[in-house]
């Protein structure tokens, strides 16, 4: 009778099985995901990096176009066509700054009194 009611398929070593395949098969998706996010990232700092050297670009060519709008002969060419006005500085608004006289051993600075001490 024993032999008639044992179940000649192991369960459990089906069931072991079973789990470590969907342990594995877990781990491949997991490791699939990551590489699919590693590459998305790597493409959005591409496209960050690219756009960083354009704005690089525009702002060398805004610089250089500030060096000429502001050189001599620009300024003295809108004054000319009156596009733009000068007036003189009036002596009340010009602030003087005076420095005081001190002997040259009284001079001291931040670096020298912790030498010092």
């Given at each position: 009778?024993n032999t008639k009611n044992r179940n000649?398929?192991?369960?459990?070593?089906?069931?072991?099985?079973?789990?470590?395949?969907?342990?594995?098969?877990?781990?491949?998706?997991?490791?699939?995901?990551?590489?699919?996010?590693?590459?998305?990232?790597?493409?959005?700092?591409?496209?960050?990096?690219?756009?960083?050297?354009?704005?690089?670009?525009?702002?060398?060519?805004?610089?250089?176009?500030?060096?000429?709008?502001?050189?001599?002969?620009?300024?003295?060419k809108k004054l000319e066509s009156m596009?733009?006005?000068?007036?003189?500085?009036?002596?009340?608004?010009?602030?003087?700054?005076?420095?005081?006289?001190?002997?040259h051993d009284d001079m001291r600075t931040?670096?020298?009194?912790?030498?010092?001490?």
């Amino acid at each position: 009778m024993n032999t008639k009611n044992r179940n000649p398929i192991e369960s459990r070593s089906i069931f072991q099985w079973t789990l470590i395949a969907l342990v594995l098969g877990g781990v491949g998706l997991q490791v699939v995901h990551l590489k699919n996010q590693q590459f998305q990232l790597g493409q959005d700092i591409q496209k960050l990096e690219k756009r960083l050297s354009e704005i690089h670009v525009r702002n060398q060519v805004l610089l250089a176009e500030i060096a000429t709008l502001s050189s001599r002969p620009a300024v003295r060419k809108k004054l000319e066509s009156m596009a733009i006005i000068m007036h003189a500085i009036q002596d009340r608004c010009i602030a003087h700054l005076f420095v005081p006289e001190t002997a040259h051993d009284d001079m001291r600075t931040a670096l020298n009194e912790g030498l010092h001490q």
